[in-house]
């Protein structure tokens, strides 16, 4: 997976129409599986249920890191591009997220991996396989990805062909996904282990000041007309919010 993180300012947060209201997301991930990483080919379209399942999967793995917005203020988007798959890619793209904002300068928590297990069973009884390949998919009994950090598990998703599994089960494949996921995190700690002190000079900056919230109609001027100038001008991002806090966001700081 080519894993790719980009900030953004306050106004690129994603507008979610929910069941129960309407918020900004301020996280976005999201993962393409074009058919040409199963050796396929075939037409690359809009999202489907599988991207944005697997998408939703890894984002639900590394939200349990993320900082606030008070901790930092972008907006983040990553997206996981699928080069070749033949084992979990949902899995690797949690660990290439993990890797991709911690190199962006963004201060998750902790590191997290993920990794898939599988399971093969029989009445006499039962195998469970540590970061299974396409055909141990495909032809087992059980894809159980378990995504986490050091500490602990962000996120679970199970499938199984059988009718289901007991404790016992379930715990040899917890404990061994943990011996692999520590396996894992380890080979990332010992190139990146936190995240970067010093953002690229690329990156772009934010400037947060405060003023009198009887003062946001001057900064905008009438029809936004002053606003507008400003960031004409400087080409920069002004985000202005009801409490009086302006966000400027800006590569040329």
Not at 18 to 45: I, K, Q, S, W
Not at 100 to 111: Q, T
Not at 148 to 154: A, C, N, P, V, Y
Not at 228 to 238: F, H, V, W
Request: proline letters at 3%; aromatic letters at 6%.
């Amino acid at each position: 997976a080519i894993v790719v993180a980009t900030l953004g300012a306050e106004r690129d947060a994603q507008t979610i129409d929910a069941v129960e209201g309407e918020y900004r997301d301020r996280f976005m991930l999201h993962y393409n599986f074009p058919p040409f990483c199963v050796g396929e080919t075939g037409f690359v379209g809009s999202p489907k249920r599988r991207e944005i399942g697997h998408g939703k999967l890894a984002k639900r793995g590394i939200a349990a890191v993320m900082p606030s917005a008070e901790e930092f203020p972008y907006v983040v988007r990553v997206v996981s591009e699928i080069t070749e798959s033949n084992g979990s890619s949902s899995m690797a793209s949690v660990c290439g997220t993990s890797l991709a904002l911690m190199d962006a300068g963004v201060p998750i928590k902790a590191p997290v991996a993920g990794i898939a297990m599988g399971l093969i069973k029989e009445d006499n009884g039962y195998a469970v396989l540590t970061d299974i390949l396409g055909d141990e998919d495909h032809l087992g009994d059980m894809d159980f990805k378990v995504a986490g950090t050091d500490k602990g598990i962000t996120a679970l998703q199970m499938d199984i062909k059988i009718e289901g599994i007991n404790e016992e089960i379930m715990r040899t494949a917890l404990a061994q996904a943990r011996d692999g996921r520590l396996t894992i995190l380890e080979t990332m700690n010992a190139n990146l282990a936190s995240h970067r002190q010093e953002m690229s000079e690329f990156a772009p900056r934010i400037i947060t000041i405060k003023i009198n919230s009887d003062k946001i109609r001057d900064v905008i001027g009438k029809g936004g007309a002053t606003i507008r100038a400003l960031t004409e001008e400087t080409g920069a991002t002004i985000d202005i919010q009801d409490d009086g806090t302006v966000m400027i966001f800006s590569s040329d700081f």
